[in-house]
């Protein structure tokens, strides 16, 4: 069996530069989160808690350190692999659900599977699967601006699963939804992932999501604290 | 580039059912119409220019330099002329071949007189060919070349002279005589009808007259000649006149009707051309909307552009949806620019008439409403001068011309579409989505 943890995150610094001026986000953040686990990051804003998620994730670079992700080593990789790295291994949700507005809710859930390669048959059969999961089954061929705003954030759930990610990754979920539709949201996400046995990186303000994951960790001054 | 399913597929949501701002979306309709409009002055030019340099080909061929002459520049014998003729009919390619003299003289009527260039013909010139009874009209009288004073005049000819049918008419020629002044011989004839082909060029100085009487007036050197026609004088017109050139006696020399038009045919195909190259520019600078207008797309769509790509979509699949929804509005304009250009092509001739009648209601009205002041303006509208152009602009639809314009205009819009699409394929979705 392999007990090598899913995230492999070590000795990880991001520094940010503005003429002579160095912003260092993150100082040496080491994080191992194994298969299926669910973890939180709080912190305060501009703690760097979305760029560690964005870096994980490979929509970043790491000034220093090595972040490796299901066995895929991410910094340094070329843009094209980690497109395939973003599209097999990770799915996606942010604060706003950025669903396309011109396709329907089912259409917005399969278009990452479609465009990576999947026939369209299939990735609508799994899309349409995937909105009964978040209870949208009814509302599959509504468009965006026909949904609430939790409605869309369970679709941006539902997308964020469409290619059977092993790692969410999660900026802030419920961060634009009313207490209810947080907790709405969340209750799916957290079902989602058990069902599916995926790995689960939170980042949220929301204590109550927070306590909701496995592990929470506090990013202050740069450094991840459990 | 390899177009994937799935680009087509956004591509074409990403316009047709399009949840973009107004603003975009007028921007989109702005760049079909400017498209499709930029297309109808191409497409009319097209089929109204092949129409016209066609029935001007056409009319040239068939009633001026005929498909092919054969001519001698020694005084041709009879003989000479009868053989000539027997060669060429043993050509299963040849449907007719006639003997014509050409001349010029000066003619007179009993208040007016004017220049014209004579053709001797034979009796049945007229009701021998099919073709020829298509594009030249007797207008008054009958064509007739029987007895030796008839005579057939075109109706600028006969306007000039100002005689009607029945009219008596002479003709002045001179021969030349070496070594002496050249004589100059009147000859009366009876006008038997006025025609007209519908071009001034071809009528401007055009006189008929029968063959014998021409033997007798115009019997210089290179004035007789053969005039053939072929079943296609379009294709492999030279190489059949080679053929019929190594059969001819001694002296005879073969001309095909592209020989002999070649100047005034290239001269219409280089203003066809400019003309069309003025057009394109037209429909090149209306893509540069379509440019804008993609750029306005790419921007209102960079979110949903950096999700795409955060979940992995590859670059090339977004660039290629964006040229895909160009590509899309290049076939709506092509569809509506090429329905309203053909419609206008069609129609060219009630168009302009129509344009006329407006613009002469128009200066009647202002005449009128001028006159109590003394002021008096007159004259009607007239865009093309009917002398110089075909009386009716003849159409003629050209599937290759259409295919031709839509293709060319979908490659254009495709081309336009294709930097801003592939600036939204190398948007990084991090910078965007901090962005937003």
Excluded at chain 1, 163 to 179: H, K, M, Q, S
Excluded at chain 1, 184 to 207: G, K
Excluded at chain 2, 23 to 50: C, D, M, N, R, Y
Aim: aromatic share 8%.
């Amino acid at each position: 069996m392999n007990n090598e943890p899913l995230v492999h995150v070590r000795d990880v610094g991001k520094i940010y530069r503005n003429g002579p001026e160095e912003l260092h986000i993150l100082r040496g953040v080491d994080l191992d989160v194994d298969q299926g686990r669910k973890i939180a990051i709080t912190g305060e804003s501009g703690s760097g808690k979305s760029t560690l998620l964005n870096l994980i994730g490979g929509l970043d670079f790491p000034s220093r350190g090595s972040i490796t992700v299901a066995g895929f080593r991410v910094d340094g990789t070329p843009e094209d692999k980690l497109t395939y790295f973003r599209n097999r291994k990770i799915g996606f949700i942010f604060q706003f659900h950025y669903l396309l507005k011109d396709l329907t809710a089912c259409e917005n859930v399969m278009i990452p599977a479609y465009m990576g390669g999947m026939k369209k048959k299939a990735a609508m059969e799994k899309a349409e699967k995937l909105l009964e999961q978040v209870n949208l089954a009814e509302r599959k061929n509504f468009f965006p601006a026909q949904l609430s705003g939790g409605e869309r954030q369970r679709v941006a759930v539902a997308r964020a699963l469409i290619n059977a990610p092993e790692v969410i990754l999660a900026d802030e979920p419920t961060g634009n939804l009313d207490e209810r539709h947080s907790a709405l949201v969340a209750d799916i996400l957290f079902d989602l992932a058990d069902t599916f046995r995926t790995t689960l990186i939170l980042v949220t303000h929301d204590h109550i999501l927070s306590s909701r994951a496995d592990l929470q960790y506090s990013l202050r001054k740069g450094a991840l604290e459990t | 580039m390899m177009i994937h399913r799935s680009s087509v597929f956004l591509g074409f949501r990403m316009l047709f059912r399009s949840h973009s701002s107004r603003k975009t979306t007028k921007h989109l309709i702005g760049a079909v119409l400017g498209i499709g409009f930029s297309i109808v002055p191409l497409i009319t030019v097209l089929e109204v220019s092949g129409g016209m340099i066609e029935g001007i080909t056409r009319r040239f061929i068939e009633i001026g330099s005929y498909h092919l002459q054969i001519k001698s520049y020694s005084p041709g014998t009879r003989e000479e002329i009868e053989s000539v003729l027997d060669t060429a009919a043993g050509f299963p390619q040849v449907i007719r071949s006639f003997p014509v003299i050409f001349g010029e003289g000066l003619v007179y009527s009993s208040s007016e007189k004017t220049g014209v260039s004579v053709r001797s013909l034979p009796e049945d010139y007229y009701s021998g060919d099919d073709t020829l009874r298509e594009y030249l009209t007797v207008e008054s009288g009958e064509f007739l070349l029987r007895g030796p004073d008839d005579a057939m005049l075109s109706r600028e000819v006969a306007d000039a002279l100002k005689v009607k049918t029945g009219d008596r008419i002479r003709l002045l020629t001179a021969k030349a005589m070496p070594g002496r002044a050249p004589i100059l011989r009147p000859t009366v004839f009876t006008v038997r009808g006025i025609f007209s082909t519908g071009y001034y060029e071809l009528d401007s100085l055009s006189m008929y007259i029968p063959l014998d009487t021409g033997e007798v007036l115009f019997d210089e050197p290179g004035t007789a000649v053969v005039g053939v026609k072929v079943k296609d004088p379009y294709r492999g017109i030279e190489a059949f006149a080679d053929k019929l050139a190594g059969e001819l006696p001694d002296g005879w020399f073969v001309y095909t009707w592209y020989n002999l038009e070649r100047p005034m045919l290239e001269s219409f195909n280089t203003t066809r051309n400019l003309l069309i190259f003025i057009m394109v520019l037209i429909v090149v600078v209306a893509a540069v909307n379509i440019s804008s207008s993609m750029i306005m797309l790419v921007i209102e769509k960079e979110p949903e552009i950096a999700m795409l790509k955060s979940m992995g979509v590859p670059s090339e699949r977004i660039t290629s949806a964006f040229v895909c929804t160009g590509f899309f509005i290049g076939i709506t304009a092509v569809i509506f620019g090429l329905t309203l250009g053909l419609m206008t092509a069609v129609n060219i001739n009630e168009l302009i008439g129509g344009i006329e009648a407006i613009f002469s209601s128009l200066i009647k009205i202002y005449s009128a409403a001028l006159k109590p002041l003394g002021a008096e303006v007159s004259g009607a509208v007239q865009i093309f001068d009917r002398s110089y152009y075909l009386e009716t602009i003849p159409i003629r639809l050209s599937l290759a011309d259409v295919c031709g314009t839509a293709m060319g205009t979908l490659l254009i819009v495709s081309a336009a579409a294709y930097l801003p699409a592939r600036r939204a394929g190398s948007l990084k979705p991090l910078a965007i989505l901090r962005k937003h």
